[in-house]
């Protein structure tokens, strides 16, 4: 299930806002696939200026830092779930991580992530369907910017980004404040937490793309070991 996307995206006040609000009105994967390969080669800069001022990579890296990673953080293994450019691998490496994965949906998102230098293996994935990684194969689990309108819907994503977690291990991620009820996020997150899977360790509000006013749910799931 694609995230809904209500087209009526905020009016534009600047250029760099257009592919913002173009993503948002993303109708398919396709639509959102064809909008980031344009947009990749522009977007760190982009969503790094004052128009979007984009603070939600490195506040979730603290979060991961704070509640995940503070302990043993050399012997981590994190999935970069809708890696884009790498802003959240490049946050995330602060904490020194043994690896980083990243999955997307753009090719060309993923060639800037390669870039960085930061990633251990980075691969094209479309999150609306099943991810190709084994149960339990990450410490952490980031997932940053993606849950929004006209990309990835909460099922089956959220539940396989707890499969690929390690019991104990932790999913960390934004879901934007708009689509949180309404896109049946929570209404998915109380199935997972009604079946043990998880438990919830926050659902804080927090600044996302801070220049467009725009919050988002910074949701961290513990995956509860059930052995
Ligand atoms: C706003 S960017 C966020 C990228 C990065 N996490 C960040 O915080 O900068 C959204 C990313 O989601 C990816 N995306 C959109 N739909 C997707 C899907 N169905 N599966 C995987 N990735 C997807 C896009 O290619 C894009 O890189």
Request: negative net charge.
């Amino acid at each position: 299930m694609l995230a809904p996307a209500p087209i009526q995206a905020k009016a534009s006040s600047s250029a760099t806002e257009l592919y913002l609000n173009q993503a948002r009105a993303s109708g398919s994967t396709e639509d959102c696939m064809a909008l980031y390969e344009k947009w990749a080669a522009s977007y760190d800069d982009e969503v790094g200026d004052s128009a979007q001022n984009y603070v939600a990579p490195v506040l979730v890296a603290q979060a991961a830092i704070k509640y995940g990673l503070s302990h043993g953080a050399t012997n981590s293994v994190i999935l970069d779930a809708g890696c884009g450019t790498g802003l959240v691998g490049v946050a995330l490496a602060m904490a020194q991580a043994k690896a980083i994965d990243g999955i997307d949906l753009s090719p060309a998102m993923l060639s800037i992530a390669r870039k960085t230098g930061i990633y251990r293996d980075l691969t094209v994935a479309d999150m609306n369907r099943p991810i190709d990684k084994s149960d339990g194969t990450y410490d952490l689990v980031s997932c940053v910017g993606t849950f929004t309108l006209g990309h990835v819907g909460p099922n089956p994503a959220l539940r396989e980004l707890v499969r690929v977690t390690k019991h104990n291990g932790l999913v960390v991620s934004t879901i934007l404040e708009d689509i949180w009820v309404p896109g049946g996020f929570k209404a998915e997150v109380e199935k997972l937490v009604a079946e043990g899977l998880v438990k919830v360790v926050t659902d804080e509000l927090i600044d996302y793309v801070k220049g467009h006013g725009d919050k988002a749910v910074l949701l961290i799931l513990e995956k509860i070991d059930r052995d």
